[in-house]
């Protein structure tokens, strides 16, 4: 659930860091800033193109790894943004990059271990989910309520806007990073047989 409030969270509240922290691109309500789209759309190419190679990382790293790697990443992004300021925006760019990779390696990562929870109970499979995108639901709602109703954040104050861009989903991402660093976790193992029968195939 934490990786899901990382990305929620960051998603929901990233164009107002952008418009109102680093004054990018306009504040009028009908109009989208082209820079606002551009750092968006870097965001999801680099979570679409880091998502297909993720089975290879799985195999090579393991998820666990996986996922803190993806923690680091994020740690790393909501540093680098710290010290973003209007007069220093091209940055923007990059991190926008490294956001999407560790969004694709953390949730993508972290629904993959809810498997673990189903086990061989496929049955109860869609109460895991639902109960899990119910929670998320509850928890994202509750966090973006109080950030938003907050008379800081009402009167546009950059350096709060600032902080909870960075703080609340980058502490939501660590939290989960850590509490999957000390659970037991079966790893993907490449199959030899599949292996060698692929191998013979190609001779």
């Not at 973003?84 to 760019?93: A, G, I, N, Q, R």
């Not at 309520?145 to 703080?167: C, Q, W």
Request: charged share 15%.
């Amino acid at each position: 659930m934490g990786v899901r409030l990382y990305c929620n969270v960051l998603g929901t509240l990233l164009p107002f860091y952008l418009i109102y922290v680093l004054g990018m691109g306009s504040e009028e309500v009908d109009k989208i800033p082209f820079t606002m789209a551009l750092v968006q759309l870097l965001i999801y190419v680099s979570s679409v193109s880091v998502s297909f190679f993720l089975t290879k990382i799985y195999l090579k790293f393991g998820r666990k790894n996986t996922l803190i790697f993806g923690g680091v990443l994020c740690i790393a992004g909501a540093v680098f943004m710290i010290f973003l300021t209007p007069t220093f925006t091209w940055p923007v760019y990059i991190i926008a990059v490294i956001v999407g990779a560790a969004q694709s390696m953390t949730l993508s990562t972290g629904i993959n271990m809810i498997s673990e929870v189903i086990g061989a109970k496929s049955k109860k499979g869609a109460i895991v989910f639902g109960i899990y995108s119910l929670l998320d639901k509850f928890a994202c709602g509750i966090i973006l309520f109080i950030i938003s109703n907050s008379n800081s954040f009402v009167s546009r104050d950059k350096s709060f806007i600032k902080l909870m861009t960075v703080i609340v989903p980058s502490a939501a991402c660590v939290l989960s990073c850590t509490l999957v660093d000390f659970t037991p976790i079966k790893e993907y193992k490449e199959d030899k047989k599949t292996t060698i029968r692929k191998s013979s195939l190609e001779e």
